[in-house]
């Protein structure tokens, strides 16, 4: 019999993924305009390089300039045409001030011929006043009236001049602004702090804007803290949980282990020949930047820890003698084969966790150093040797 004894120890049950490493926040920089990349930024770190991958960029930091002289002659355009405009607007406030002057001095005649020609009335029914003055006064309070009505109309007709200058000047000055903004996206500036991860343009090169903006450089917002997306099969997902602890290690650093935890489990399941997987995202801390982006990373979720319980080898579980009637499996129950070197028994167990190679004893007539069978030995047989048959192995003859 292969026996082995019953220890006392710790056990760490995991759940073994593989995934591939993130940065936490990836920003796609593109062009809002069209034109030719003229030159790219300079590195804020060093003055004599320019940004390209790997740079590390501030907010706001320039990567690229786009050639401007088009987007210049248009806001030089626009704004010759809103300098014209507010020219008109002030000749159009000019004009209601003198229809305004024009309709006072209009309102104060008109207000003197009224009263002259209530006197007129009052003086002719008298008889003291002759009908030729008579008819002159009422001739000038007509005229004055007429006037008034040519002043109040030129009002009327500089102020909706006025409106639709003041309206042409909102829209030139809109003309403007816009001009000015196509000119400021001719300078490519850094939405964010991190690390170029990507650069997908040249000196030279047309970018060309349509529905969707070019991408012209990826961003990795802060790579200081990364994430890894780990693919766990359909059977595992249910011993995975937010918070959870996970141990990871990548082939660039064989011999170093990270830490992590888990932040999601995303639901949007994928099925690759028949075999349906969950992505999980691990978050992990990287203060000195040895994890790169796109790293391949071999990951164990801590689903359970038990310390000084009774293990035995999941091959004590699996053994049965050749005689004996195997029961059917089940979850949290074993089956174990004592050997006191004499005789066999058979023992029935409740079982705890695993780590696939060991598992923890939680109840049963099983105490530690005893003997379990994890295998029979295998049986040699011997017989006679033929004198006659060749030694190909170079023994003695």
């Known amino acids: 019999m292969n026996t082995t004894p019953v ?4 056990l760490l049950a995991t759940v073994t993924a593989t995934g591939t490493i993130e940065p936490e926040e990836v920003v796609d920089v593109g062009a809002q305009v069209v034109g030719i990349i003229q030159k790219f930024g300079t590195d804020p770190r060093d003055s004599l390089r320019t940004v390209d991958f790997g740079t590390a960029v501030e907010e706001k930091t320039v990567l690229a300039l786009i ?7 248009r806001r030089d355009k626009a704004s010759a045409v809103v300098e014209q405009v507010k020219a008109q607007v002030l000749q159009c406030e000019a004009d209601l001030l003198r229809a305004e002057a024009n309709a006072k001095q209009s309102t104060a005649r008109h207000n003197q011929a009224s009263r002259d020609w209530e006197r007129a009335q ?8 002759s009908e030729q003055d008579y008819d002159a006064a009422q001739s000038t309070y007509e005229v004055t009236k007429a006037d008034l009505a040519v002043s109040e109309a030129a009002i009327r007709q500089a102020k909706a001049a006025l409106n ?16 000015q903004k196509n000119l400021d996206y001719t300078v490519i500036r850094s939405p964010v702090r991190g690390v170029i991860v990507d650069r997908r343009v040249n000196v030279g090169q047309t970018v060309v804007s349509s529905l969707n903006a070019p991408s012209l450089f990826l961003i990795a917002k802060d790579l200081r803290r990364v994430q890894i997306w780990a693919s766990v099969n359909e059977a595992d997902i249910g011993r995975i949980q937010v918070g959870q602890s996970v141990r990871f290690t990548v082939d660039a650093y064989p011999s170093d282990e990270f830490r992590g935890e888990v932040t999601q489990i995303r639901l949007n399941a994928t099925m690759t020949q028949n075999v349906v997987t969950y992505t999980v995202v691990v978050t992990t801390e990287n203060p000195t930047g040895k994890l790169l982006p796109y790293l391949t990373a071999t990951l164990k979720f801590e689903t359970g820890r038990r310390s000084n319980v009774l293990l035995v080898p999941n091959a004590a579980l699996r053994w049965q003698p050749a005689s004996g009637a195997s029961a059917p499996p089940q979850a949290d129950h074993g089956t174990l084969w004592v050997w006191d070197h004499k005789t066999l028994r058979k023992v029935d167990v409740r079982t705890g966790l695993t780590d696939g190679l060991c598992t923890e004893i939680v109840a049963g007539d099983i105490g530690e150093e005893q003997l379990v069978v994890v295998g029979q030995a295998a049986v040699v047989e011997t017989g006679t040797t033929n004198p006659f048959t060749p030694n190909i192995f170079g023994g003695k003859k």
């Not at 009052?122 to 006043?129: A, E, H, N, P, R």
């Open 7 to 10: 220890r006392r120890g710790d």
């Open 67 to 73: 050639d401007d002289s088009l987007y210049v002659a």
């Open 122 to 129: 009052k003086s002719f029914l008298g008889g003291t006043l």
């Open 164 to 179: 639709a200058a003041q309206k042409t000047q909102a829209g030139a000055e809109a003309d403007l602004r816009e001009a």
